[in-house]
């Protein structure tokens, strides 16, 4: 009787020591035990920060907007700021809406295997490439060698965040600026300072979910707030492009070029 209770007790103490190790076999693997939850990413992370290939990105739908864009390639000595001059007021003469500056990363790896572009531009919302195309064919500087349109996938994203209590809005994106972090994932951005809060405006080729939650986290620091109470938001509504099966084709249009 006593060594069928030894058994026991020692089948019960062998049964409860591999439940444990499972267990934290289970949590080291999930990441449980490598990191704290307050130290868990904002949104989940797509490592896909691609060198010339489009980045990959779970900040999709209305965030990610289908336009037509505008490749130039200035005359040799060409002034850059007399041509973008001369293509704004002719686009909007002749009803073809704004032209907004991008830069060429916005374009497909295959265009910028045939042309990487001096100056890139961005129709408005509803501007086809046909109607791109035909505004360019109609005016073109005669300083400009070379010009192509074509649809582009650009992320349209606004950033806000209330600070803490004692931490003004000027202040916090003093520091933002003093750290340089989002001049590094976004290069090209609009930081407007409001009386609740801060905003920051991105709107360009696509980033990362890395570089969103780099940005996330540097305004969290600057803010004195967690990343998380970091929003992150359309800048426009409408449904825009929905990336759950990956990038769609834009081959609708060739490339087309004067």
């Known amino acids: 009787?006593?060594?069928?209770?030894?058994?026991?007790?020692?089948?019960?103490?062998?049964?409860?020591?591999?439940?444990?190790?499972?267990?934290?076999?289970?949590?080291?693997?999930?990441?449980?035990?490598?990191?704290p939850a307050a130290?868990?990413?904002?949104?989940?992370?797509?490592?896909?920060?691609?060198?010339?290939?489009?980045?990959t990105t779970s900040f999709d739908a209305a965030m990610v907007r289908k336009r037509a864009a505008l490749a130039v390639h200035p005359e040799p000595g060409a002034d850059r700021a007399h041509i973008a001059r001369e293509l704004r007021a002719a686009a909007a003469k002749a009803g073809a809406g704004g032209l907004t500056d991008a830069t060429f990363a916005v374009f497909s790896a295959d265009m910028l295997d045939y042309l990487v572009p001096e100056m890139t531009f961005v129709f408005d919302e509803g501007v086809t490439v046909e109607r791109g195309e035909a505004f360019i064919r109609d005016f073109k500087p005669g300083d400009v060698a070379f010009t192509l349109v074509e649809p582009v996938l650009v992320h349209d994203l606004t950033f806000a965040v209330i600070p803490a209590a004692g931490v003004t809005a000027a202040a916090a994106k003093?520091?933002?600026?003093?750290?340089?972090?989002?001049?590094?994932?976004?290069?090209?951005?609009?930081?407007?300072?409001?009386?609740?809060?801060?905003?920051?405006?991105?709107?360009?080729?696509?980033?990362?979910?890395?570089?969103?939650?780099?940005?996330?986290?540097?305004?969290?620091?600057?803010?004195?707030?967690?990343?998380?109470?970091?929003?992150?938001?359309?800048t426009e509504p409408g449904p825009g492009v929905d990336l759950t099966h990956g990038i769609p084709s834009l081959k609708d249009a060739p490339h087309r070029h004067s």
Not at 8 to 26: D, E, K
Not at 39 to 55: C, E, H, I, K, T
């Open 1 to 35: 009787m006593g060594q069928a209770d030894g058994r026991t007790r020692l089948q019960w103490f062998v049964a409860v020591a591999l439940i444990l190790i499972c267990g934290v076999v289970v949590a080291r693997a999930g990441g449980w035990l490598a990191r």
């Open 39 to 55: 130290s868990r990413p904002v949104a989940q992370v797509v490592g896909d920060d691609a060198g010339d290939d489009q980045a």
């Open 174 to 234: 003093k520091q933002e600026d003093r750290e340089g972090i989002l001049a590094d994932s976004l290069n090209h951005y609009q930081t407007t300072v409001q009386r609740a809060g801060l905003t920051v405006r991105y709107f360009g080729a696509i980033i990362s979910d890395g570089q969103v939650l780099a940005v996330r986290a540097a305004m969290g620091r600057a803010a004195q707030v967690p990343a998380g109470q970091v929003q992150v938001e359309a």
